[in-house]
């Protein structure tokens, strides 16, 4: 992820001192857009004079609203519009995004939890993912949570405005006044729009800690599986978690939040249409809205079946391929390809016919997504005419732009339920990785040796003294008066004069 700054700002001790200004076309841009300001101080505006360390940009103040606005990506952006961006043009990993501090912190997670680990065949302890998921990011998710009310909250003002605006038109009222409506119509969207890009940005950011997290921790227990459990599993399952199953746990977070709000959505909806179209009309869309979700979940749930299903099958095509792979010289000595070509083809035959499947009902999952809002508002506006009353602008277009908000929480909302099914079995397959057995490793110990020491070896009328002790460091020193001393360690020598 690139490094946001909100002011950045030219150094010219640091230019002096050796910073790297990357390009000669970097040089002259960074000159040219000194001083420049894109924001007035009292929004946070920031100055874009920043040039390139070897360390990144360099950080110097904080402005308002500059990070609310990523202000400080806008000299990589106009740097991009004069040359193709390369990757000494993008800045450092921010330190709280690094991956390993990020690793390390979930291994204290990690470590914490194997307490509520069962431990009954007396290996060493494992801890549960999922608890340590949720304590390395539940401060950040349940902040995410509070922004995503405040801006659901924000969302719903915009019909509103929009029918006291259309209402106020249609009455022929001042136009200062519909001229404030239209500025407070504006606003709201202006806040909708930031609050659900911090909203994103930090699940986003949740998402890269997570992928970090998993694929370290899986890669790191591949290396300490044992040859039992490894050939159990499968070459194949182990290059599948890291893909497949992690990736359906680090994508999670970004609409987790709908489980909530998506209800929230759907009634507030319903509410403010009561309104506008009143009662029966607004049931009829309800009811459409209700017959809508069970449909949608019986598609999606026949869409994680068939995933499921093309998951296996990769597992077995993957596994057979890398034994292949494995035992090359052996199927070429009894001229086994055919046959071993002939199972590999069946099964990426049998995995091809699962994912036309797959793409079949995603199409309909799609139709559904799309459709859905378009046959609520047919079946609420029929309705609304059919009762006898008006279907005026004041009316037809605030409805519309509540039927339109229902699109999101109708479809995402059993769509998020069937992701968490998929995200349980998942972490299912992980933790059961997890607590797969390990390499036995024993215990460091301080290496000893064996050392003879022989004084005076060699000299004529001398004697010869042969003592055994036995040390952990790989130094030994004398002081003697001998001619010379011979140190005998492990089968090798060293000489001191």
């Not at 000194?34 to 070897?54: E, Q």
């Not at 009662?279 to 499921?308: C, D, E, H, N």
């Not at 378009?374 to 279907?391: E, H, K, Q, V």
């Not at 339920?417 to 036995?440: G, P, S, T």
Request: proline share 4%; charged share 15%.
């Amino acid at each position: 992820m690139a490094r946001q700054f909100n002011s950045l700002e030219i150094d010219e001790a640091n230019v002096e001192n050796g910073v790297h200004l990357g390009s000669q076309s970097q040089n002259s841009f960074f000159e040219r857009l000194r001083g420049a300001r894109f924001l007035p101080a009292w929004l946070g505006g920031i100055r874009i004079g920043s040039i390139h360390h070897k360390n990144g940009f360099q950080k110097k103040k904080h402005h308002g609203l500059a990070t609310l606005y990523f202000c400080g990506v806008g000299g990589l952006l106009n740097l991009g519009t004069q040359k193709s961006l390369e990757h000494d043009d993008l800045w450092d990993i921010a330190p709280g995004d690094e991956a390993s501090r990020v690793s390390a912190l979930f291994q204290n997670q990690l470590q914490a939890t194997e307490d509520d680990f069962d431990d009954f065949n007396g290996a060493p302890k494992q801890g549960r993912v999922g608890k340590a998921m949720w304590k390395m990011h539940r401060r950040r998710f349940i902040l995410a949570g509070v922004v995503k009310l405040i801006h659901d909250a924000i969302m719903f003002t915009g019909p509103f405005l929009l029918e006291v605006l259309l209402k106020h038109v249609q009455s022929g009222g001042g136009g200062w006044t519909g001229f404030g409506y239209a500025c407070a119509l504006a606003l709201a969207a202006v806040l909708e729009t930031l609050t659900i890009n911090v909203y994103f940005h930090t699940l986003f950011r949740i998402c890269l800690h997570l992928k970090t997290e998993l694929v370290d921790m899986l890669y790191a227990k591949s290396l300490r599986v044992s040859a039992a459990a490894k050939s159990e599993m499968g070459a194949g399952a182990v290059v599948n978690l890291q893909s497949n199953d992690a990736a359906k746990l680090w994508s999670l977070p970004q609409y987790l939040h709908m489980l909530w709000s998506g209800p929230v959505q759907i009634i507030a909806v319903m509410a403010l249409l009561v309104r506008i179209i009143h009662f029966i009309p607004a049931l009829v869309g309800l009811a459409v809205t209700v017959a809508l979700i069970p449909l949608s979940a019986l598609v999606a749930k026949a869409l994680a079946k068939v995933r499921r299903k093309i998951v296996a099958l990769t597992d077995a095509r993957v596994k057979l391929c890398s034994e292949v792979i494995t035992g090359i010289k052996a199927i070429k000595l009894y001229a086994w390809e055919t046959p071993y070509k002939e199972r590999i083809l069946a099964l990426r035959e049998k995995e091809l016919a699962e994912i036309r499947k797959s793409a079949l009902i995603g199409t309909w999952n799609n139709i559904l997504w799309q459709g859905g809002p378009i046959l609520i508002s047919m079946a609420a506006f029929l309705s609304y005419t059919a009762m006898g009353y008006p279907l005026t602008a004041a009316v037809a277009f605030p409805a519309l732009s509540l039927f339109n908000l229902l699109r999101f929480p109708v479809m995402m909302f059993p769509t998020q339920l069937m992701n968490i099914v998929n995200a349980k079995v998942a972490l299912d397959r992980i933790q059961k990785f997890i607590e797969a057995e390990e390499m036995m490793q024993p215990p460091l110990l301080p290496a000893a040796k064996i050392c003879s020491q022989i004084n005076n070896g060699g000299t004529a009328g001398g004697t010869t003294t042969t003592t055994a002790t036995t040390t952990s460091t790989n130094t030994l020193s004398t002081t003697t008066g001998r001619k010379e001393d011979f140190f005998f360690c492990g089968g090798g020598n060293t000489r001191q004069p």
